[in-house]
């Protein structure tokens, strides 16, 4: 190994402790995938942190060789906030359930976004309450039957990418746990990208919400109804690589190149970096029914972070004030002197 | 040098300014404190403030209030005034109950108008008739007239003249206690320094008061004040805010460690919040989060990376950090958590002091949870008092609760500012150099004092999970062991306990040989010390022992109080500490007074109550 540049592998991320999720659990993928992810970063072990809530997923941490934190639930936003505050050297993942980051620790998880705190949000979507074994959750569709919705939900779902843009989000990015390549694409684009970074993961929870994302992630139509996004590239899908998407007014049409007079030229191209999130909104909201759900890198949009704010006004109100210490700058104000 | 009627010395005077709350009052009162203290006068201010930001004007509930008391052994804002300034008869009508038998009242007789006595609800226009205020002198002063003739011709809008009338009262206030005029215009100026021209008219404005004392040769009691023989230092005006403020900035000084605040904004703490966002200048952090749970957790992220932490709340607001408080007492993370207590319950009276959140601080988390608990006695020990909950903090690996109060919070002292060298340094309780880092275990602790060690993240070779879950003592791995889990409770308990061996003893104060010995905790301070004062100068002897450390209790505490055949503990509550220490002493029945009016105690109170329960 080099001195001055060390090369992890994804070994060097893995703690000692033998993992508890059920097997068959998506979980176990995201973990293999997210220290892979971390040795193509190269961060060092010791310069990462990694601070969950409570649920099935936020045991995440345990099974890292870096600096871990598992919370309580839905405030592992806040926590990992004060962290990167503190610490801005390094690099900071939230890893949140749907519950966790949606439910309980919703108002922490739009505030980290609006704020712009550099973390990455890993968001694992089972659409259901895992840990508690087997309640409804805040992504849950209208009328889904749980162990606590017994006649059906009564109440409808966000959809994380929608709360993400409505809190001004700079990155969204989404995977499925099955698909490894790209979840390790988004999750280093994310946290390459400077600032609050949302991945939505689909994820299957086998035991409570079994194939719940299944009308998308089954490997028959998986081709057909999730389009893979890409920076520069057109928006093409399909199992044969024939259909893309078009505008449509002010809406996306998917249409079948070469059918009703449309053209390679008509497919748009993916630009994630475009300050506007108009299109990205748009494109985040396809739900794989009449248009495919979109995996990838969505949006990345650079903006000044928070904690650089911070660092920032720290230093520029230092230089102007010019107290070194506490004393310095009480006896600046009004004092009087008792000989 | 004025020819004054009738001067009396006095060792301290009580000056009570009040007026509606757009009148200024907490300005008029800061100045005077000020000017006072610059002259080597001690201090102590009490702001009562109304709950509404602005209650309809004139009106009984929108009058507010700045008592300051100001000379020799001052150890409180005073029980009762000796000098009233009432703005309107609303102030008037809410004071005068404040007002010593024959003191001075300064009113401005051109607000009694009709309306004006309407709105203060006064059935006749004759407000000093049906207040009955015979036994007072009255100073019947034209404040807004003579404002508005200062005034004149400087082209200024009626609104913003009116707005110079506390400053009139201001420049009254100063010829009847002799105060140096130019000393408050130096305070004007500096306040108003962005605005010169509101400054000299304020100038003008205090002359005109001033010259109106000497001009009428108003025929009331004047007054020389004593000066207290000050330690020799730099000194300077400072509230139990700002005072806490500084304390934890003296503390990430001494620790190395940066201060990181995580706050939501509520009363009356939030000019903690205030200060610590303007003391970027020193390199604090302070972050107004989402709100108070956020704020704790924001804090004990920034524990976890190594930062000295702190979050900053009332009691609604520490209900609310409940749970994330455990997390830091399970991980055993440094975090101090200030409670600026007001009365409650739920919203319960936003601006008022109480004692109330003793039991919400010691108790109020799930599990076996304890935490240590301390308590600044007066707005300049929230300094040392704050300084010693991240001391503890640091040293201990554990979450302090500091509970301050909205009376010291908002009140405020000279205070004399520490040398560098005057506090200690704080020692975090760094992994030992000697340590196996290829064995070192995140829970392993130093035996003596079972302090974990502290690894700060970002250090090769760390690499550690903490977490919420119970842990195993000796590997760190998560564990639902049923005996490890009561070993753990004991230790974490038996933690805190030895916190004892690094704080100071219980002092008595008063004659520590009588048979009583009066009992009180944090901001009650100053009242239960002039009330033992009084006693023991009257022939009622009491010892006083006051309590600043909670949990742990000082060592020698319960032998000290065990010595006396009575022992009646103060405070601002139902019995709260009563209680607490009552179940550490149960042989004998703990004796207690009460208040629970959202107003400190007064002196006469404590005196009377004392007399009564060792008859
Ligand atoms: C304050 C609090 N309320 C409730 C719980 C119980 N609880 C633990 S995890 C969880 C939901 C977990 O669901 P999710 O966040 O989606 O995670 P998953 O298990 O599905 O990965 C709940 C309700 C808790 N631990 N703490
Ligand atoms: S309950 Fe579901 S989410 Fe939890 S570990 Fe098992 S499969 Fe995974
Ligand atoms: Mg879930």
Redesign the pocket.
């Known amino acids: 190994m080099e001195q001055d540049k060390p090369c992890y592998t994804a070994a060097n991320y893995k703690s000692d402790q033998s993992v508890r999720w059920c097997p068959g659990c998506g ?1 176990h993928a995201i973990l293999n995938t997210l220290h892979k992810a971390m040795a193509t970063l190269g961060v060092p072990p010791h310069m990462t942190a990694v601070i969950s ?6 045991r995440l941490p345990y099974y890292m060789n870096t600096y871990g934190f598992h919370t ?3 405030r592992a936003a806040a926590i990992a906030t004060g962290f990167k505050v503190a610490n801005p050297e390094m690099t900071v993942w939230q890893i ?6 949606l ?2 620790g919703g108002n922490h998880f739009i505030h980290a976004v609006r704020r712009n705190i550099d973390i990455n949000i890993l968001l ?3 659409k ?5 074994k087997g ?1 409804y ?1 805040p992504t849950s569709a209208r009328g889904f039957v749980s162990k606590s919705s017994p006649y059906g939900t009564t109440e409808d779902p966000f959809i994380p990418a929608e709360l993400v843009f409505g809190a001004r989000g700079n990155f969204f990015g989404r995977s499925i746990d099955v698909e490894l390549q790209t979840s390790q694409e988004v999750m280093v684009a994310a946290a390459r990208h400077k600032g609050a970074s949302v991945v939505e993961i689909l ?1 299957n ?1 086998v035991i409570f919400n079994n194939g719940i994302h299944n009308a998308i992630t089954d490997r028959s139509v998986r081709a057909d109804r999730t389009i893979h996004l890409r920076h520069g590239e057109k928006m093409i899908f399909g199992a044969n690589g024939d259909k893309g998407l078009v505008r449509d007014g002010f809406l996306l049409k998917a249409v079948t190149i070469g059918q009703d007079g449309y053209t390679m030229d008509d497919v748009l191209v993916h630009d994630a970096h475009t300050p506007s999130n108009f299109l990205h909104q748009q494109l985040a909201m396809m739900d794989g029914e009449t248009l495919p759900l979109a995996i990838g890198i969505i949006r990345d949009v650079e903006a000044i972070t928070y904690n650089d704010g911070v660092e920032a006004q720290v230093k520029e109100v230092r230089a102007k004030k010019g107290f070194n210490t506490l004393r310095d700058m009480i006896l600046a104000g009004e004092t009087w002197e008792v000989k | 040098m004025l020819e004054k009627t009738n001067v009396k010395v006095l060792d301290k005077v009580v000056v009570r300014f009040s007026g509606d709350s757009g009148d200024g009052m907490q300005l008029a009162g800061n100045i005077f404190t000020n000017v006072s203290a610059g002259v080597g006068n001690q201090v102590s201010t009490f702001p009562d403030y109304p709950a509404e930001i602005r209650a309809p004007q004139g009106s009984l509930s929108g009058v507010s209030g700045f008592q300051v008391s100001v000379g020799r052994g001052v150890h409180t804002p005073g029980d009762q005034c000796d000098v009233l300034v009432a703005m309107n008869p609303a102030a008037l009508k809410q004071n005068v109950r404040f007002l010593k038998p024959g003191g001075v009242i300064i009113v401005d007789v051109d607000s009694f108008t009709e309306n004006d006595l309407k709105k203060a609800q006064f059935k006749t226009l004759d407000p000093i008739a049906e207040l009955g205020l015979e036994g007072f002198q009255i100073m019947e002063t034209p404040v807004t007239s003579m404002t508005k003739a200062a005034l004149e011709g400087r082209g200024m809008d009626n609104k913003s003249v009116l707005k110079c009338r506390n400053i009139f009262a201001l420049g009254v206030v100063c010829w009847l206690f002799d105060r140096d005029i130019n000393a408050a215009k130096r305070h004007l100026n500096k306040k108003f320094a962005k605005k010169p021209a509101v400054a000299e008219a304020n100038s003008l404005v205090l002359d005109a008061g001033y010259n109106f004392g000497h001009n009428t040769h108003a025929s009331v009691s004047t007054y020389r004040i004593e000066t207290e023989d000050p330690r020799p230092g730099i000194y300077t005006d400072i509230n139990g805010n700002t005072a806490t403020a500084w304390g934890l900035i003296m503390a990430s000084e001494k620790s190395g460690r940066p201060l990181f605040l995580g706050s939501y904004p509520i009363t009356p703490a939030t000019d903690i919040l205030h200060e610590l966002a303007k003391r970027k200048d020193l390199g604090v952090k302070a972050c107004q989060m989402e709100d108070e749970i956020a704020g704790v957790c924001s804090a004990i992220g920034a524990s976890f990376a190594g930062n000295l932490a702190v979050t900053s709340t009332s009691g609604p607001g520490l209900a609310l950090k409940s ?1 994330g408080i455990g997390l830091a007492v399970i991980a055993e993370l440094p975090l101090v958590v200030i409670d600026v207590q007001r009365g409650g319950p739920s919203t319960g009276l936003p601006t008022k002091t109480e004692q109330t959140d003793l039991m919400q601080a010691l108790y109020g988390r799930n599990g076996e949870s304890p935490v240590a608990v301390v308590a600044p006695a007066s707005p300049t020990d929230c300094f040392t008092m704050a300084f010693e909950a991240c001391r503890i903090a640091i040293e201990h690996m554990t979450p302090v609760i500091l509970l301050s109060d909205a009376f010291i919070g908002n009140g405020s002292s000279a205070w004399r500012i520490p040398e560098a060298d005057e506090f200690p340094a704080i020692k975090p309780n760094y992994l030992p150099s000697d340590i196996d880092k290829t064995s070192w275990k995140p829970y392993q602790r130093d035996a003596e004092t079972l302090v974990r060690y502290w690894a700060i993240p970002g250090t090769e070779g760390l690499q550690h999970r903490l977490g919420g879950l119970e842990k195993d003592c000796v590997t760190s791995a998560i564990s639902t062991d049923p005996a490890n889990h009561e070993k753990m409770v004991n230790l974490r308990r038996e933690k805190i306990a030895r916190i004892a061996n690094n704080i100071p003893e219980l002092t008595v104060q008063g004659n520590a040989d009588a048979d009583t010995i009066l009992v009180g905790w944090g901001g009650t301070y100053g009242h239960l010390m002039t009330a033992t004062d009084q006693l023991c100068a009257t022939g009622h002897d009491v010892a006083f022992a006051h309590f600043r450390y909670i949990n742990p209790l000082p060592k020698n505490a319960l032998e000290v109080l065990s010595r006396y055949k009575n022992i009646i503990v103060a405070e601002l509550n139902t019995g709260m500490f009563a209680d607490y220490l009552q179940a550490k002493i149960p042989g004998k029945t703990i004796k207690r007074i009460n208040k629970i009016q959202g107003q400190p105690f007064l002196v006469k109170e404590i005196v009377d109550s004392v007399i009564d329960l060792t008859k």
């Open positions: 979980d809530g409570i649920g099935c997923s936020s309580i639930h839905g949140s359930g749907d519950g966790d980051g439910a309980i694992f979507n089972n259901i309450y895992g840990l508690t309640q959750s994820q929870c | 749970e």
